[in-house]
Structure formats: structure tokens, C-alpha cells
């Protein structure tokens, strides 16, 4: 069995081992060592990547208790290779998985429920809990963690004997059998992990709840710790300081300026739809008993295109088709009560370039074609 050096020191970066064998596999070279310092996925933690003997590490995992790293390259059975973490990725994971027991023994505790999910992903961490929590509960959980993560706690990582595990209380998603890996955080969590962590608790930094979500029997939390957490801080903040310069509000007034323009904004569609109606009623009235009528007009939203189409098939005792947009991209739609447009829209979406259909007395969709290809259609279909 492979020596894993990542439960010894998670801080190590770089190692030798000795290839115990070098297999082409599917995307890879499979390369086994006699030790390694890289992390295979597993509890929800991605893989370490790195390089191994001058190749690229791309993905590791654990088979029959040895660990296999998929590499671009081969290398020697036999030959002693140095391994290089990829430092940057590796702090990240601990950062996330120590912040994600740190809020889990917090919530598991405080709610009695239990973690039955958790995914470090590549912008979020998710976490998942059969129990019901407010946005309240979300805050308060919060404000603890940090507060917990600020005292700078040590973590405690044990293999209990048997006897010892079974007068142990910790966390675990399923039950174990064999050698435990118990890792505790003092006074907030205890649980049987695989996973790598930072050496206290200070060095997670910080922890954002970003959503709490109905998840199935409970809930779904999307957490970022660390640099994940100070990176998504930034973002959100520079989005902010972009919204206050544009309403011209303050940083912490933007919430009531989009407010207010929300209701502004309501109250012109309102005025657009009025004048729209009075608009579309004309036009009907311009083509009253017209027969078959073809209008092209500038764009419009497909709820107008719909409205004007069935305001002009009322008055003109044919079939109304309506094109909105410009020469190569038109929306169109098309009303003949009691006919069956659906042969004219197979054969409009032929000779325009166009998909769509509906009821028989009823199409629409969209062609990318000329204005004018689409009079010489229409003059020809009857």
C-alpha cells in the first residue's frame, strides 16, 4: 500500500518516492508510488494536481488502497522521482474543508440535524443539511464561525483504537469499519475525515455563507473560505461601487436607488403599453378589410409582436403576418383564425432560413433573412 505522506504533514510540498509501476491508462499514464504527498479525491475534496519526475499530474485516486496519479507522461518503474504539489491549489482545498467542519459542528450541533453533503467546487463549497434554517440562523452561524476561526484554535487529528472509537461522539456520513481518521476542531466539531486541513484555525482566514437554499429534506448552503472567501468579497464589492456610480447613490444606499428605479421603470412600461395599444389599434384600423396583410417593423418584444398580430388578424378578415427585428434576424408571428398555417410555416422556414411553428391558426418564431426575401415570399403564398 502506497505510504501516504499528506496525512503526516498536509503541509508538505514537495517529496520523493520510487515508481512502483507505470501503466498507459484512459487519459493517462497510471503511476504508482511506494509514497506520495499528493491527495487522492475523496469526501468531497478534488484531487491534488502537480508534477511528478518532470510530468504533469492531472488527477489522483485511491484504488485497493494504493494510490494512482494519472500523469501526461511516463516515467521508469524503478526510478526515484520528486514530486511537486501545487502549492496554491492544495492550501485552497484546506482552507475550504477546514472552514466547512469549522460551520458544519457549528450547525450540526446547534440544530441537531446532520451534514449529508459537501462538495468543494471550482468557485463554491456546498454543504448539505437535513434541517430547516432561517436567514437568521445563517447570520448568527456565520458570525460564530468567523468568531471561532479568529480565537485561532488548534486542530487535533487522532487514529483511535476501536474501543477508543466507540466511546468517541463525532460526525460521520455513513458507519466505519477498520482504522478512523478522526480529525477535531476544540469545541465545535468532531468528525471522521480523510480530507487535508490547515494546522489551526486562524489560517482559514474567514468564511462566507453566500446562500442558504430549500435543498430536498432541508437545506443547501454555498460557503467560500479563505482566499475564495476575500475573492468573492472583492467581486461583490467592486460590483457595488460599479451600481453606486451609475445611480449616482451611495455604496451603502444602492439597495434603495435600484428600488427606486424599479418603480420608475414600472411605471414607464405602463405608459409604453398604453401608447402601444393606441398604436396597434390604428394599425388595425389602417388594414380593416384588407384581406392578407404583411407588416415589418423595427424590433420589438415578443409580447408586442403577438399583440399587434392579433389586434391587425381582428380587423383585416385574413391572415396577418408580423415581422419585427432587421434584414438577416427577424422574429415573426403570424394569425389566421380558422385557417391552418401549418404547411405556410414549414415552407416559410424552408425558403427564409427560419424555425417556429404553433396551432394551426396560430405561428411563430424567427428567420434570418432580407426584408425583401421576405415580401417575395409573401407575395407568393396564398
Known amino acids: 500500500m502506497t505510504e501516504k505522506l499528506y496525512y503526516r504533514d498536509s503541509f508538505l510540498g514537495s517529496f520523493t518516492g520510487t515508481v512502483l509501476s507505470c501503466e498507459q491508462g484512459k487519459g493517462g499514464w497510471e503511476v504508482i508510488l511506494d509514497r506520495t504527498a499528493f491527495y487522492p479525491e475523496g469526501g468531497g475534496q478534488p484531487a491534488d494536481h502537480g508534477a511528478l519526475g518532470g510530468v504533469a499530474v492531472l488527477d489522483v485516486h485511491e484504488k485497493g488502497g494504493e494510490i494512482v496519479h494519472l500523469c501526461d507522461g ?74 471561532y476561526i479568529w480565537e485561532d484554535h488548534p486542530i487535533s487529528i487522532a487514529w483511535p483504537s476501536p474501543a477508543e472509537l466507540e466511546a468517541l461522539e463525532y460526525r460521520s456520513k455513513k458507519a466505519l469499519t477498520g482504522e478512523v481518521r478522526i480529525v477535531t476542531w476544540p469545541g465545535t466539531d468532531c468528525c471522521a475525515c480523510c480530507g487535508t486541513h490547515v494546522r489551526s484555525s486562524g489560517q482559514v482566514g474567514l468564511v462566507k455563507l453566500i446562500s442558504c437554499q430549500k435543498f430536498r429534506e432541508g437545506v443547501r448552503i454555498e460557503m467560500a473560505a479563505g482566499g475564495r472567501a476575500l475573492q468573492w468579497c472583492n467581486t461583490v464589492a467592486g460590483q457595488n461601487t460599479q451600481v453606486s456610480q451609475l445611480l449616482s447613490a451611495k455604496p451603502g444606499a444602492t439597495a434603495a436607488a435600484v428600488e427606486r428605479l424599479q418603480g420608475e421603470l414600472y411605471a414607464l412600461r405602463g405608459r409604453v403599453a398604453e401608447l402601444e395599444e393606441k398604436d396597434f389599434a390604428r394599425t388595425a384600423e389602417e388594414h380593416a378589410g384588407a384581406g392578407d396583410v404583411l407588416l415589418i417593423q423595427g424590433p420589438m418584444s415578443a409580447e408586442s409582436l403577438r399583440k399587434l398580430c392579433g389586434a391587425v388578424q381582428e380587423r383585416c378578415g385574413g391572415r396577418c403576418a408580423v415581422f419585427a427585428g432587421a434584414d438577416g434576424a427577424y422574429q415573426y408571428a403570424v394569425g389566421h383564425p380558422g385557417g391552418d398555417l401549418r404547411g405556410l410555416a414549414k415552407a416559410m422556414n424552408a425558403a427564409l432560413n427560419g424555425r417556429g411553428g404553433g396551432k394551426p391558426a396560430f405561428i411563430q418564431g424567427s428567420v434570418k433573412a432580407q426584408e425583401a426575401e421576405i415580401r417575395i415570399f409573401f407575395a407568393e403564398a396564398r
Open 74 to 147: 511516463p516515467l521508469e518503474a524503478g526510478a526515484e522521482v520528486s514530486g511537486e504539489i501545487d502549492w496554491a491549489r492544495r492550501f485552497d482545498f484546506m482552507q475550504q474543508h477546514s472552514g466547512e467542519h469549522i460551520v458544519s459542528g457549528i450547525i450540526c450541533a446547534a440544530h441537531h440535524c446532520d451534514n449529508v453533503g459537501f462538495h468543494i467546487g471550482h468557485d463554491l463549497v456546498t454543504i448539505d443539511f437535513n434541517a430547516e434554517l432561517t436567514t437568521e440562523d445563517v447570520r448568527e452561524i456565520e458570525r460564530r464561525a468567523n468568531a
